[in-house]
């Protein structure tokens, strides 16, 4: 169901939503909800929602309904955290919670065991902690205001795609060295200007973006020699 731009209130947004009980995709963005009509809540079996453009700021314990979900759009919203509740999402496989207010990473994501495609960028998110619990491949932190990355990233694995992007990093996060699934990192546009040499030891790298940061010459010349079958952007 498409319910973009009808800029319906919450009434008839809840008669559109009426019978529709087997419906699993719904596409609600752009239409300046503060909160989610009760119709959705009444579709059981919903796989994908799109709630993005909107006017949320919080979301309610009513979140839990949605049990079948796997893919969740939040993005350009103005939430601060996720409630508990969405714990409750066990199947959610993509949520994207990009252009939002968020500090911190929801700590109930802990809880999101399926979850693999995570997009937190465009927030002011200063401390990575908690999703390193779950089996994620894709993550995209760029555009917040990270400086550095705690060991427990190493848990990570699984990541093959790593967006790092328009941080405040002056040094190259050790970290990263021991993912060795990485196949695309961008740590453009942040304050680099050396790459550890123990990161050249893991050649399946495809795909590195460094441009917008302080490498001089020489050193780049050092990081295309050490990453010959990459791409290397500076």
């Known amino acids: 169901i498409l319910l973009t731009h009808l800029k319906l209130s919450i009434h008839p947004l809840d008669y559109a939503l ?5 419906v ?8 300046s909800l503060e909160k989610l009509p ?13 709630l993005s453009n909107n006017n949320l700021s919080e979301l309610t314990a009513k979140i839990e309904r949605f049990q079948y979900l796997k893919t969740l759009n ?11 509740a969405f714990g409750y999402i066990r199947y959610i496989e993509n949520l994207d919670l990009s252009h939002n207010l968020l500090d911190s990473i929801p700590e109930v994501l802990k809880y999101s065991k399926h979850l693999h495609t995570l997009n937190l960028s465009n927030n002011a998110i200063s401390e990575v902690n908690l999703i390193t619990q779950v089996k994620i491949y894709k993550l ?3 555009h917040n205001a ?18 790092l992007s328009n941080n405040l990093f002056t040094v190259f996060p050790p970290q990263l060295g021991n993912l060795r699934k990485i196949l695309r990192l961008d740590l453009s546009n942040n304050q680099l200007t050396k790459l550890p040499t123990e990161f050249y030891k893991y050649q399946r790298i495809k795909h590195l973006n460094l441009t917008g940061n302080n490498f001089s010459e020489e050193e780049k010349v050092r990081i295309r020699k050490g990453l010959p079958f990459a791409q290397v952007e500076f």
């Open 74 to 84: 939040l993005s350009h919203n103005q939430l601060k955290d996720l409630p508990l």
């Open 146 to 163: 990270l400086s550095s990355l705690p060991k427990s990233f190493t848990k990570l694995k699984l990541i093959t795609d790593l967006n």
């Open 140 to 142: 995209d932190l760029s």
């Open 38 to 50: 009760n119709g959705l809540y009444r579709i059981a079996k919903l796989n994908y929602l799109d």
């Open 18 to 22: 009426k019978n529709k009980q087997e």
């Open 24 to 31: 699993r995709k719904v596409n609600a963005s752009n239409l």
